[in-house]
C-alpha cells in the first residue's frame, strides 16, 4: 500500500498520466487525449516511474489501482 499513498503527491497532469497508462491506452494515445506530444509524455511516465519505484506498466496500473481503492474507503 505504500505506493498508492505515493500517488497523493502528484499533480495533476502526472496523475493524469498514469490512469491513462492504467486503462491500458498506448504513450502515443494517451499523449494526444492529453494534448502532449509524445516526448512530454515519455518523461512524466519515466518521473511516475522513478516516483514509484517500479519498472512496468503492470506494476503501474496496480498502484494506481490501490491508489483507487485506498480513495474509495
Do not use: C, W
Not at 496500473?61 to 481503492?69: H, Y
Amino acid at each position: 500500500m505504500a505506493r498508492a499513498h505515493r500517488l497523493e503527491g502528484f499533480d495533476t497532469g502526472r496523475t493524469q498520466v498514469a490512469r491513462h497508462v492504467a486503462e491500458g491506452r498506448t504513450n502515443r494515445a494517451a499523449a494526444v487525449e492529453l494534448g502532449l506530444s509524445p516526448n512530454t509524455f515519455a518523461t512524466h511516465l519515466r518521473a511516475i516511474y522513478r516516483k514509484l519505484s517500479v519498472d512496468t506498466r503492470v506494476e503501474l496500473t496496480l498502484a494506481v489501482r490501490e491508489a483507487q481503492l485506498d480513495s474509495d474507503i
